[in-house]
C-alpha cells in the first residue's frame, strides 16, 4: 500500500525532528564568571583596516567583519583582560558564546552562552571547553591538531574553534595596534 503525503505533510515530514534553544547566560554574565575579581567592563571598539583584515586572511583567519567590540575587564586602572563575545553556525543553528583572554591574549575561558542545535551540545562540558586554555595567537586552534573532536559534534566543534582562533588573533591584532 502506498500512501501520498500532501506537500505541505510531506514537508513537515522532512523537517528536523525539533530544535533545542538553550539560553545558557548572558555575555555579561559569562564577563563576570571569567573575571569575577573586575570592578568594571569597559567596552572598546576595535576597528580592523583593509591591512589588518589582508594580515588575517593572510594567516588563514577570515575576520567576518571589520567591526569587533572587546570589554576590557579593569580592576581600578589595571586591565585584567578581555572579553569577546561572539556567535558561529553550528549545522543549522547558531551557537552563541563568549571568549575570555588575559591581558597577554592568551585564552583564560570560553562558554558557550546559547545552543539552538538538537544534537552536539556537548561542546558546552568544561572538559572540552578547557582544552583552548592558555592558548594564543601562535597556536594552530584546529579540531584534530590541538583541539578534539567530539564525535557528532564535528561542525560545532569546528566552527567553535574557528571562532576562538578567530577572536584570539583579532585581539592580538588589536594589542600590536595600541587600541587594546
Not at 594567516?59 to 579593569?74: C, F, K, N, Y
Amino acid at each position: 500500500m502506498r500512501v501520498l503525503l500532501a506537500p505541505t505533510a510531506a514537508a513537515l515530514a522532512l523537517a528536523p525532528a525539533g530544535a533545542f534553544a538553550v539560553e545558557y547566560m548572558s555575555a555579561e554574565q559569562a564577563a563576570k564568571l571569567m573575571f569575577p575579581e573586575a570592578e568594571r567592563f569597559e567596552p572598546r571598539a576595535l576597528t580592523l583596516d583593509a591591512a589588518q583584515m589582508q594580515q588575517l586572511a593572510a594567516r588563514g583567519v577570515a575576520a567576518r567583519s571589520a567591526q569587533w567590540s572587546v570589554q576590557a575587564a579593569l580592576r581600578g586602572t589595571q586591565v585584567l583582560g578581555y572579553v569577546v563575545a561572539d556567535a558561529v553556525i553550528g549545522k543549522f543553528e547558531l551557537i552563541g558564546y563568549a571568549v575570555g583572554l588575559t591581558a597577554e591574549g592568551a585564552v583564560k575561558q570560553v562558554e558557550v552562552l546559547s545552543y539552538r542545535e538538537s544534537h552536539g551540545h556537548e561542546v558546552r562540558l568544561p572538559a572540552w571547553r578547557k582544552q583552548f586554555v592558555g592558548k594564543t595567537a601562535a597556536a594552530p586552534l584546529r579540531v584534530g591538531e590541538d583541539i578534539a573532536n567530539i564525535s557528532g559534534a564535528t561542525l560545532s566543534c569546528t566552527h567553535v574553534t574557528d571562532g576562538v582562533r578567530r577572536i584570539v588573533a583579532v585581539v592580538e591584532m588589536g594589542k600590536k595596534g595600541g587600541v587594546l
